[in-house]
């Protein structure tokens, strides 16, 4: 009978020099691969974008008829910043039945009070603002 050589342990449960270069490569390959997705998402969340201090709190209502109603809000935006704000009006089953987009043009005052009188296609019941943006 011949003796046959013996394996090694590392041969034997695959701990070779190539598995090992190969683990390490994927190793890299993932981490890699984390700090482009990391990348990505910091370009697109853009830490480096502003707000404009955009801020917006609903102060009143009037259903004014059946199809008008009038929404009183206070918008406040950065000085001298143009911005947009969308007003809407609901109705009791929480149905859109107006919306409007007011353009505010630029102010040296950051807080204002505006007015915005919508037309509805039913009556309404509350008013307010859904959103404001800076365009």
Not at 86 to 101: C, E, F, N, R
Not at 106 to 114: F, H, L, Y
Request: charged content about 20%; glycine content about 8%; overall charge positive.
């Amino acid at each position: 009978m011949s003796e046959q050589p013996t394996a090694t342990l590392d041969d034997r449960y695959g701990r070779t020099p190539s598995r090992a270069r190969r683990s390490r490569l994927i190793g890299i390959v993932v981490a890699a691969a984390i700090v482009v997705v990391l990348g990505a998402w910091v370009i697109w969340a853009g830490p480096g974008q502003t707000s404009h201090g955009i801020d917006s709190d609903d102060v009143g209502y009037k259903i004014v008829s059946e199809h008008r109603a009038t929404v009183d809000s206070q918008v406040s935006v950065d000085p001298g910043t143009t911005m947009k704000c969308a007003v809407q009006v609901l109705d009791k089953s929480y149905t859109i039945v107006g919306w409007k987009v007011v353009t505010l043009p630029p102010s040296t005052e950051r807080t204002r009070s505006i007015t915005t009188s919508v037309n509805t296609t039913t009556r309404g019941v509350t008013g307010l603002i859904h959103t404001c943006w800076v365009p």
